[in-house]
């Protein structure tokens, strides 16, 4: 399953060293404002290279809009999103053709498919999210004509939670050719309540897909999240009064559905799988090897998971979106728009 | 969205307190031998009144089998199955009419529907996973025919670890009218590798939707997770020799597709939001009220939460085994069972 | 696949001879009121034994709405509808075990399943139809509101056009152990324009895959269907003036959209399979048998094929008009109701 | 919805005058030959102007694999198929910048989406087959493999069955400035028994959307279709001995699954819209207007359909192969292939 979303539907595709990477939307709806500087922009913000300690590869990601808009704004039928691989060195991982990298994804998919490309991890590769940030800045161009913006900020790499510390604990994992993981917060301001279905559709269980879904991430958070399983109900039950919450532990979603209340997301970003660090592995005829993954990467990739954090709530949330839109002239008022509840 | 999955697929409906709740399973392949008898059990399993401290109300759960089941065998067509509200007291729930409980999803159906069945929740309330825990009586049969088990265990409960603890924090909180909050641990044993599917459709992506769909969980972890973000990559990757994985840091999953090893997931359960101790809120018209919500909840949900997250664990690797038949016949070797690592 | 539609979801289930058949909506507005009564309704118009001829079955069917309504409306939950079979005779189908009836799913099934419930058909029996019909009577409620109704009627009947000559036919067959097909025209009146996707989601594309979803029906056409292929563009092309089209030979549909005009459908009836007379056919142990079918069969099913027509096409209505409410919020003027044009 | 599939899913974007056309396909097996050449060849066959009387258009169109074939086989990932327009000429839309053509998806796309590319029908185009057409020559290679092959024959145009008629009914049309409509034929032979699912999901069921998916089809019908209206049961059943089937009026599929018999549809096709005859229509503004539709057209697009309706067969049957392999290693003797009947 290559697509996300049931209403705003994205399907990406593209290898890390093939010709193209890219993605086709269907859903968006009709008249909205997009251009390619416009994606471009998001583009520039997940590139490598714009944080210290990032990987070299020079990803001069110019994105082509090939279908779905005419004269600046979107037709309502499918746009796709094309983005050239100009840097690709496929050569590079010629000497990785037949090993499997600790903590990669070469073994499972030889397991699974019973090959595979192995240029750059091919679809398993983190610039497959090059795809998912064009994507979404379509879907973020919806969200903001209806008051709704994403940010996210690093709060912890490898424990340390100041910016100096954490520029210290990158800089020593790049020394010693190892890496280092952290965590992203994510949130969602101006996101009106009422949006997310109950059971298994439910608003969060979406949001813990889509971070999931993304290479890295390893655990995600709503809210107060793990440190909720050691409150009692009187410390995290958010209370209302007549203005609205009287706090946000829930992070804005209740039984599945927005209450109005910024939506605050938390994941877990494991260290850089690649290190030059030499470790234990096997080929692919099962014979034991050593391995020391040199070449352009991070030694820690948590200032990039940023954007595509966003990424993944801005299509969470056009999806949920236009789902409430399907039965808005049925709820009673659901003429005036839904209300949003006071944030704190 | 009231269906879980793409190939084995569970559509449950039914309120608290409303007449029945059930489930079709759509998908599910012939032949597979089931009884009422054997999905009666598993929803012992989950059944209140089991555990100290657990809610009061007695569910005396019976499934009864409408269709799909033939001669004690599936026959390939929809599964439909039924089990009344017995010890539903809707009366218990006249004061709540037009009152919004804090951390129920009172005043979101309500923002969502412009409507709402205030029964004991109605469909948010945690008696819907009645339905889930008898669908996935019935993919536990299908995955223990090919060698596939699930477990889980409790491991905190408000900050304590050990049994005692747990019990003591559990009977305090209740001594309080107050409610605590704790950690599960669910584990799939015997999986083989390739199951899952890169990009959106990963094996940990729909792990985590799964068990955010859980009423009560606020945050999911896959391996070492939130933990994961404070190590280096040199201690996180699972090194391999001739036999397998060395260790398994990844809990099972990388790339989103399954390593052979033992799946280990981790889910944070908030505490009970019901709780007899006084909270402020508001009322359908606005009104500032103070609420007092007694009658028969579980001071800790965590004992219950195990069962249903075996059930959602088992929904997801029946989906995600059945995709997997479909592109075996194709991959080279595919005839052979899908090999299973060796686990640590 | 078990369930039908994107936004009104029905997921039906249930056999012939086996406890209940039933179906669960998913995606049903809130506030939409219904009641078993109305139900129970819809069900009386496809029970055999209301038209002469028709099969001696006697389906006393009662509904029973077992979630998703709360006092007399939707509440937009999941709506479960159960029908309990009351006159199921499996013994009936004993000799039936082994033998596969010409003109019937029984060697499919078997070939698919490598198993079957062989009491009446099982699931592949005309009377999975209830659900579908009781289903539909939702949908229909939904329509209403917006001022869509939807009819039918028989055209044709083993050739003969008048009532007179399609009673003759049918009672002929009978006379002769035999049994004849015939023609059902479907329409709808009162949709707006606007309602169906482009490209492979295009309504007539829908209505032709509910419509051949019906056991007995083996062609599918829309507005003028077959005759266009022996026409000219100037005789087929609805031309316009400023009140609307002047014709409607495309059927209310054109690139995949409806027009606003009244949406056209005929289907191809093929004669009942169950015949008295003999026939040729082989058992599951592939031995040369042959066959004779009694039983209480309808020698014509051309009458009761049209509620369950009906009942699908509002199935596909009710799905595209919730479709097109999701980007109504986005197109200009898409405040107002969508225009209906003239009809003709 | 832009997608067609639930297994191989095809994905498809562009308009007829925007840059470029294409399709993604998700779900294809790893380890299929596929090369742009083939792809090509496919395209080759239903470019214009390669029948006489068709448009003038000159489509050169190539192929160009963006991802999920490496070293010459597919590898299980999504394959992204991309064709550049390069003989569009949107300044020849100008002046139908505001009206709309009668017998169109001009105005319905203009109140679907309250604005349209109007660049030679963009989405609604008959060019937007190319796109299907290369993801079909995708699927075609997983089907023959397996032994499954398609062809398709006009049957009738315009009334006239003769090689000679047929030319004769065009040749007139077009000197008349008119158009014609007629009857394409299309089978697969080879195909196992058991493809389809009961209910919703029937092999005929799916087959109809895909064939009235196609722009000018207005009438599908399988095997003996509308004229099995016209028979009796004892001549529509088809009898078996102990080698097969002993006709095959069904068409290859009974209960919506395959027989294992030759898969035979029809396909009703209209006239062609565009006409250079004079025809009453009004604008964008509502105002009464007269059009006269000239350009690169075809006076009949019946021989262009065969090669679309073969893709779109295709696709159905790709599908229904993957969807089977499914449960196929729960069914009785489901490791060998399954059975193919005889075909008459």
């Known amino acids: 399953m290559n697509t996300f979303g049931r209403n705003f539907r994205v399907t990406t595709f593209g290898e890390s060293h093939g010709p193209a990477l890219g993605a086709v939307i269907d859903g968006c709806p009709p008249g909205v404002e997009i251009s390619e500087e416009d994606i471009d922009r998001a583009l520039e913000r997940r590139r490598p290279g714009v944080h210290p300690f990032s990987s070299q590869r020079r990803e001069e990601d110019r994105v082509e809009i090939l279908s779905g808009v005419y004269m600046g704004r979107t037709t309502g039928t499918p ?74 900020r690093i709060i912890e790499v490898h424990g ?11 800089a020593e994992a790049a020394r010693l050719g190892d890496s280092v993981g952290g965590v992203v917060e994510v949130t969602a301001t101006g996101c009106p309540a009422g949006l ?19 290479g890295a ?52 970003v494991k260290p850089t799988p690649s290190i030059s660090r030499e470790q234990r592995t096997v080929d692919t005829a099962g014979k034991e090897r050593t391995i020391s993954v040199t070449g352009r990467h991070d030694a820690c990739i948590v200032p990039r998971i940023g954007p595509v954090a966003e990424a993944m709530l801005a299509l969470v949330l056009v999806d949920a979106l236009l789902g409430q839109e399907m039965i808005r002239s049925w709820t009673p008022g659901g003429g005036k728009p839904i209300s949003t509840g006071r944030e704190t």
């Open 79 to 152: 746009i796709c999103l094309l983005v050239r691989n100009t840097d690709a060195r496929p050569s590079d991982y010629g000497a990785l053709a037949d090993v499997f990298r600790p903590g990669h994804a070469d073994y499972t998919y030889q397991e699974k498919y019973g090959t595979r490309d192995f240029r750059g991890g091919g679809r398993s590769s983190g610039r497959e999210t090059v795809a998912r940030v064009a994507a979404a800045a379509v879907a973020q161009k919806v969200l903001s004509g209806k008051g709704i913006s994403i940010g996210s």
């Open 160 to 170: 340390a939670t100041s910016p100096e510390g954490m520029e210290r604990e990158i």
């Open 196 to 214: 997310g279905d109950p059971v298994f559709g439910k608003l969060d269980a979406l949001v813990a897909m889509a971070m999931m879904s993304i």
């Open 217 to 268: 991430v390893k655990g995600v958070e709503i809210g107060d999240g793990f440190a909720a399983a050691r409150m009692r109900g009187s410390e995290h039950n958010d209370q209302m009064d007549g203005r609205g919450f009287l706090s946000n532990h829930a992070g804005g979603i209740l039984g599945g559905i927005s209450t109005g209340a910024e939506i605050v997301v938390r994941v877990a």
